[in-house]
């Protein structure tokens, strides 16, 4: 090491010691890294990556001048020394992702982030063609987040074997909790990073129950160390989301409540990045408490999506839904919907001031599903994706709020209706009114621009205006109920289904 | 009066008095009319008709002689006696429709009864000839009850006068509360034994909040009063259903909650053929508690129709969705949803154990709209919805129970998937798997006759058999979920959405 090394911020900066230490170091030996700025200090854990060699990985949220001293019983590893300095954010670099804004989500430079996440769980355990592949579709630009397994999964159409064992295999077939494979993590970590290159935050799937290697039967302390080992190999990526679990609820036979808490704590231990962090479930029912304050998002699998503002109501935070469903034609039904049927979804999601997430599931004679292994897209709704993601992002400020929470603006639920700053959105869903005045503004709407987007044509069209001529509001007895009543106009609609009303300011 | 008086089992024997009572009758005057059989005595309410006629109406449940003693202050109309006859019931009269099976409904002779219900608030207060055609219009076969409110209805596209104002009219155009139009009731009922005559429920609807004529502002005494007259004139009506409201919750502020408690105690004193009562909300949030024991069946408004199987969970009685949106073009959101959306919602409320109903909301320049005025049907709805009726009924023998509620059976919550008997009906919604196995039976299948029923095209084919070559079920850890396993077959499917597997037990 020598002074003059460079790392950009939010880049990795590694620093490695090397040590003959006997026993398994795994088990036994320590690493931290003291990385300080000024009277800064922050205290990272290291690992040991196979071969005598132990690593501490940092990504710098500060440019300028940082220095770094290791701490360890073991005396090669201990007071070890580098200084390095910390440039300005590569081009299109924009940090760790955190929660903004209550409910929504930002890049730690401030930029807006928006979650159009996809899910291959276990694609980087597939042949490498294919996960070449893999990445080669997600440059669809639908997508800005991955939902991955650090296992590999086994599950009806997942019967392969991975490309590497995340631990030694036993003769009996199950993974030795003691013994990691070094390549297969630095394989999982190289991944993530080129999903970072791509701009995906890679929601990291810590545990599993798809398993025939036994994962799902370790131990706590076994447990604890693999996800110490985890947080201290990849939290310096910056494009890290933890997510504890996909369907924790179906191992609370083996890994019961308690330990779920403590896995949140370990995190935040070994994490001075602070990413995500959520917890997945099966059934809606069994859902994790998200009000826990050390959960950052309610990750949510349901298929209600008008329920949306609800879960908002109930957690506080931001609200993504990884599973609503996914695009294909397999027996299960989470596994069998139009992709009509998951546009619609996403655009109520994300209408309802929530984000959503896709996966396909097309049968095919290999078992080339998406959803697990990643590969080809085939179906119809990822271009759809990106192009909401297009019109979210080109208006993003703060992040949507639904009517629901709109003071005065009662909605009918069953809308996908939301502001960010001056922009509106009504998406209609099933709704094909012939005109449309709820939420629109209440002045002569010179200054402001009506657009028709249609969510499945992708098309975006000015709206012809119309005199507001029904009243929405309507007065019983004492109350009035239906929303607003002083539209100053509305707007004409071609009467169709899947239409989306888009009201802005009129730039200058 | 003479001893050979007939009147066919659940028909209506109507017992006359004449007298010159000073005074307004309609506050002063009480006639009780008591029926008796044997030993057995049913003391029935009568009411006044105008012109010094005083009314006793009864629909016997038995065949025999009966006999009835009139009871009032008034001398002229105390102590009058006849004698009839009860002969068998007509063709096709089974009686006043009950709960049965404690999640569904038969006529008192057993036959069962699944509503089909569709919606014209006004219809009787429309000009004669629009009447006509509205009981024209429902000769289509699709629906066996109708919601009717017995006040007129102002609300939008809804401004025209009634043909008949219920109450007299004072100066300042709100109704006497003390004046009951003879006439008006009459008209009234008389449409309700028309429907009668059609097999259609008329689901009368006691109370609205749609009000020019102020009845909405009427006392405790007044709104008694009005119930209890209502309750003597037509109780007797063997298709009469009770509807305390639509949206009840919107007139909270004029009507507290302890007078909703007791309109449903005064039609128990005052119906001795036990209709059904319900009562209808406007917000789910608001919702009567179901649960309280005097609510035959719980009145939803939602368009959420997967939730059916929770609310039958919740309530613990049938489930009437009275109004999931409305098929049309309006700009209202309870207004605007395509045929399709209508369609696949009768079929989710169907299969999930609920009923479910219809309407029509149409734009049209003379503001004819089926869901108030009656008239002519426009939509695609009505004819899938007797389609789908046809299907229920030529199976129908104790009532559909859920998956959710059959032991064993997981389902997914986004199918509508049943059991009544040896007929099982899987809707699949927006699911298009390529084959389907879950809830087929667990044998090979050779007693069984497995049908696709395509919702909207209305055909039903035999479905090809295929091996049951994709488990359904998935044991993680220590858990199996997903669904039972052991089906011994599966079926192919077309790969569209909407789709029905009907399996049936072969008849001999």
Same mark, same amino acid.
């Given at each position: 090491m020598n002074a003059t090394t460079q790392v950009a911020k939010w880049d990795i900066f590694e620093f490695e010691a090397k040590a003959d230490v006997p026993g398994n170091p795994y088990l036994d030996t320590e690493i931290w890294g003291v990385f300080s700025q000024g009277n800064r200090q922050i205290r990272v854990p290291g690992f040991y990556d196979g071969d005598g060699s132990f690593k501490v990985r940092f990504s710098p949220d500060q440019t300028g001048n940082w220095s770094v001293t290791t701490q360890s019983d073991v005396a090669d590893l201990d007071g070890k020394t580098a200084n390095f300095t910390v440039t300005e954010a590569r081009e299109g670099v924009h940090g760790p992702v955190g929660v903004r804004n209550k409910f929504h989500f930002a890049y730690a430079d401030g930029t807006p982030y928006a979650p159009f996440t996809t899910t291959c769980y276990a694609w980087t355990h597939q042949p490498v063609e294919m996960q070449e592949q893999t990445l080669k579709s997600l440059?669809?630009?639908?997508?800005?987040k991955m939902r991955m397994c650090v296992f590999p999964k086994h599950y009806p159409y997942n019967q392969n074997d991975p490309l590497h064992d995340v631990y030694a295999v036993k003769p009996d077939g199950k993974y030795d909790p003691d013994q990691p494979n070094f390549e297969a993590f630095q394989h999982f970590e190289n991944q993530i990073a080129r999903l970072g290159a791509l701009g995906i935050e890679a929601d990291v799937i810590i545990f599993h129950p798809y398993d025939r290697w036994g994962h799902c039967r370790w131990t706590e302390e076994q447990d604890y160390r693999y996800l110490r080992y985890l947080v201290a190999r990849i939290a310096a990526y910056r494009n890290v989301w933890w997510s504890l679990a996909n369907e924790y609820d179906f191992m609370l036979d083996v890994k019961p409540m308690s330990r779920w808490h403590r896995f949140f704590s370990i995190i935040e231990e070994g994490d001075p990045s602070r990413h995500p962090k959520s917890i997945h479930q099966g059934y809606i029912e069994n859902?994790?408490?998200?009000?826990?304050?050390?959960? *950052?998002h309610a990750s949510i699998q349901h298929f209600q999506t008008t329920d949306t503002a609800k879960w908002r109501a109930d957690y506080g935070k931001p609200i993504v839904n990884d599973e609503m469903h996914y695009e294909g034609d397999i027996v299960q039904c989470w596994g069998s919907i139009t992709a009509e049927t998951l546009v619609h979804r996403f655009w109520m999601t994300v209408m309802k001031g929530g984000y959503a997430g896709h996966g396909e599931t097309y049968s095919h004679p290999q078992d080339l599903l998406w959803w697990a292994k990643g590969g080809e897209l085939r179906g119809q709704s990822a271009e759809r994706i990106a192009f909401l993601r297009g019109i979210v992002e080109e208006d993003a400020t703060n992040g949507l709020t639904p009517f629901e929470e709109i003071?005065?603006?009662? *909605?009918?639920?069953s809308l996908g209706a939301a502001r960010d700053g001056d922009v509106t959105y009504i998406y209609l869903a099933e709704h094909r009114p012939l005109t449309w005045t709820l939420g629109l503004p209440q002045d002569d709407g010179t200054n402001w621009e009506v657009d028709i987007i249609d969510t499945w044509n992708m098309t975006i069209t000015p709206a012809k205006r119309v005199e507001a001529h029904v009243p929405v509001a309507i007065k019983h007895a004492e109350k009035t109920v239906g929303g607003k009543a002083d539209a100053g106009f509305g707007v004409e609609l071609?009467?169709?289904?899947?239409l989306c009303v888009r009201v802005r300011r009129k730039r200058a």
């Open positions: 440059e669809c630009g639908a997508f800005n859902s994790y408490d998200h009000r826990k304050p050390w959960v *950052a003071d005065g603006l009662q *909605a009918w639920p071609p009467g169709k289904p899947n």
